[in-house]
């Protein structure tokens, strides 16, 4: 059952999109697959999980509604997760749905999709951007930081420009990003050491 928002508490498309994805059952939880050491189980319940998705979402949002520089939404609008748009990046890799701005020129914010088992590869980005990981499980690695091991539905991380990482989704189901970005999106892969 969808709730409503309290406006002083959610950012409006915080909340738009957690009451659309939690309405249309996305964020039902299955049976854990098996651990490994790049994805250990977790014992935490839906319950204690939906709430710390729903403020992860709200704080990056915030963030997203600031760099927009006061841009306000025409209308109402409210998609159900299973009628998003997607645009393929590349053949069988990730697919984006931009929720508001131009990924070209920055800032926007935009869901990022990578299919069951997606690895990006070492990359970078010329500027930093804020993520939150909708659904699915992944690793994300980022160079000079210390392994922060799998992160679940709801965490959050913010990735330095300019500096090689690498974002893996687990095998066991495709993973949905929050992405917000100040600057134009880009994608160089890293070079070979």
């Known amino acids: 059952m969808a709730r409503k928002c309290r ?80 645009t393929e990046m590349m053949p069988g890799g990730p697919s984006v749905h931009v929720l508001w701005g131009d990924m070209k020129k920055g800032p926007y914010a935009l869901l990022m999709k990578f299919p069951a088992g997606f690895d990006s590869g070492p990359h970078t980005h010329s500027a930093s951007y804020h993520g939150v990981l909708v659904k699915g499980r992944m690793t994300n690695t980022s160079e000079g930081a210390a392994e922060a091991g799998a992160v679940e539905a709801g965490s ?3 990735q330095p420009g300019k500096v ?13 990003m929050l992405i917000a970005q100040d600057k134009p999106f880009d994608f160089a892969p890293a070079k070979a050491k």
């Open 156 to 158: 959050t991380w913010d």
């Open 7 to 86: 406006r002083s508490l959610h950012s409006g498309m915080a909340c738009i999109l957690a009451e659309a994805l939690c309405a249309n059952g996305h964020f039902r939880r299955p049976a854990p697959p098996p651990s490994s050491p790049a994805f250990p189980s977790t014992e935490e319940s839906p319950v204690k999980t939906l709430p710390k998705l729903v403020a992860a979402v709200a704080v990056v949002s915030a963030f997203t509604f600031a760099a927009a520089k006061g841009k306000e939404p025409a209308a109402f609008q409210q998609t159900a997760y299973d009628k998003l748009t997607w």
């Open 164 to 176: 090689v990482h690498r974002n893996q989704c687990a095998a066991d189901a495709e993973c949905v």
